[in-house]
């Protein structure tokens, strides 16, 4: 069954450096999404993409966040000048559109020290 | 705003006894109701997909239903391989892909 991949596993990153997550999303999927938890918390939603460009994003993906897609498979989110309440799971998820459901990788857990 | 209450937060269960999970949800207009299981450390893998009052989806011992204001996941005589956190998720109808996460209820089910 097809899955939506994301690496790294786990990133360390010292407090005010860019860092950037990968995902790889399902190959037929239009639809393309970012969400955070954060230990204890609820999953939130950070951003979505369609056809090349943001459609959606919540409060929380301000400046220092944005999102590419380099090429026909890779998702990239990156973080510039990382705060130590950016310390969370980040989720990669992907879908069809319509009321298809979104498929979740297993996340990258983000230290910040 | 969207909003999605669990209940209870957490629920321990002897192994084959059985009970449900609640979801109760506020949104403009219902696009639809999502089921997710979560495992600690994974990301989380969809069980459900509800659109209309009245709907039911079975899959195995889960068993998923829908009303104008919540969602009920019962779980019938359940297994420790069932120990996960159920998560409920809504998606609204204005035209946006997002989901709304509810916090989840921890599943125990003791041998």
């Known amino acids: 069954e097809p899955e939506v991949t994301q690496t790294p596993s786990h990133q360390v990153t010292q407090m005010g450096q860019e860092v950037i997550l990968r995902c790889v999303p399902i190959?037929?999927?239009?639809?393309f999404y970012w969400y955070r938890q954060i230990l204890g918390q609820k999953v939130e939603f950070l951003v979505s993409f369609y056809n090349n460009e943001i459609s959606e994003k919540s409060e929380i993906f301000d400046d220092q966040f944005s999102v590419e897609r380099p090429d026909g498979s890779n998702f990239t989110l990156k973080i510039r000048s990382t705060k130590l309440e950016d310390s969370a799971m980040y989720f990669c998820?992907?879908?069809?559109?319509?009321?298809?459901?979104?498929?979740f990788g297993d996340g990258t857990r983000l230290s910040i020290l | 705003e969207d909003q999605v209450t669990q209940s209870p937060e957490a629920l321990r269960l002897q192994e084959g006894e059985s009970s449900s999970l609640n979801c109760s949800y506020t949104v403009s207009g219902l696009r639809g109701l999502f089921w997710y299981r979560q495992d600690p450390g994974k990301g989380p893998e969809f069980l459900f997909t509800l659109y209309s009052a009245g709907e039911e989806k079975e899959k195995e011992r889960l068993k998923a239903t829908l009303t104008k204001k919540e969602s009920f996941l019962h779980i019938t005589a359940p297994k420790p391989e069932d120990s996960a956190t159920y998560l409920c998720a809504v998606a609204n109808s204005g035209g946006y892909q997002k989901v709304t996460f509810g916090t989840g209820t921890k599943l125990q089910v003791i041998p």
């Open positions: 998820a992907s879908n069809s559109g319509g009321n298809q459901p979104q498929h």
């Open positions: 190959s037929n999927h239009l639809y």
